[in-house]
């Protein structure tokens, strides 16, 4: 994969439903997503119009192929140190193993450096032991514990 072209830009308002798809194409999507819902484009509007968020796509041959969103979060902590978080990381099915994924966690990364970030981290669900092996192999360190509160 990695002489194949690929394109990494800031998602539009119609990419949204292959978003959501490849959001729900999984065990913990599959339960949680609603492809269709109207809230998806609602939420997609509101990414947009914040500076500190990129929603990106990656396209092969013109097909969307990835998607991860980027937070990028100002901070005191760390000598006031901007951070950037990495969620929502989905590969299509038909790219998984090709490689992609890494070449689009390094453009994140490579993002995130040119935005004067000095940490990336990331969220994965706890049950997603190929996706740890994955992260970790690409440098990053399970140095935290994450928890979450439902409302």
């Not at 990419?15 to 492809?35: K, W, Y």
């Not at 100002?74 to 070449?103: F, N």
């Not at 966690?105 to 004067?116: L, Q, T």
């Amino acid at each position: 994969m990695n002489g194949v072209p690929m394109e990494i830009r800031r998602a539009e308002a119609a990419d949204v439903p292959t978003i959501v798809a490849m959001i729900a194409n999984d065990q913990l999507g599959a339960s949680r997503e609603s492809p269709g819902d109207p809230r998806y484009l609602a939420a997609f509007e509101e990414i947009s119009a914040d500076p500190n968020q990129f929603l990106a796509v990656l396209e092969v041959d013109g097909v969307v192929a990835g998607t991860l969103q980027l937070t990028f979060t100002p901070g005191l902590s760390r000598l006031g140190m901007k951070r950037a978080t990495i969620e929502a990381v989905r590969i299509h099915p038909d790219h998984r193993g090709s490689g992609l994924g890494q070449r689009f966690i390094e453009w994140a990364v490579d993002e995130a450096r040119s935005r004067g970030c000095g940490l990336v981290q990331l969220t994965t669900d706890a049950s997603r032991a190929d996706a740890h092996r994955f992260y970790e192999r690409l440098g990053f360190q399970a140095s935290h514990i994450g928890m979450k509160l439902r409302l």
